[in-house]
Nanobody
Framework: QVQLSESGGGLVQAGGSLRLSCAAS????????ISWFRQTAGKERELVAR????????HYSDSVKGRFTISRDNVSNTVNLQMNSLKPEDTAVYYC???????????????WGRGTPVTVSS
């Protein structure tokens, strides 16, 4: 069974940076897609960034393009999300999710971490 664990969240001032990490264990060879989602209470879970196994194809939501960078290291089984120029509206719980294929909607991802909270103060 694939297990995911996020880390790196915390409190940061607007304009600052955070680096989130997702550590994966288990049969990760089948996890062709790993993504970062975020969610605020009362709102739907939002896809923030998505990366393929090769690491050559990445997707970003319009709200984070130019500010966030996703990367994948298959040797260490780690996916990172570098978040720069953070804004108060980036405040949310950030989740790592993974699956074998497709995976553009949250409900399609079979594996999830517990989440790491990010709070951006103004």
């Amino acid at each position: 069974q694939v297990q995911l664990s996020e880390s790196g969240g915390g409190l940061v001032q607007a304009g600052g940076s955070l680096r989130l990490s997702c550590a994966a264990s288990g049969p990760t060879f089948s996890m062709n897609i790993i993504s970062w989602f975020r969610q605020t209470a009362g709102k739907e879970r939002e896809l923030v960034a998505r990366i393929t196994r090769s690491g050559t194809t990445a997707h970003y939501s319009d709200s984070v393009k130019g500010r966030f960078t996703i990367s994948r290291d298959n040797v260490s089984n780690t996916v990172n999300l570098q978040m720069n120029s953070l804004k108060p509206e980036d405040t949310a719980v950030y989740y790592c999710a993974a699956g074998p294929f497709g995976l553009w909607e949250a409900r399609e991802y079979p594996y999830w971490g517990r989440g790491t909270p990010v709070t951006v103060s103004s």
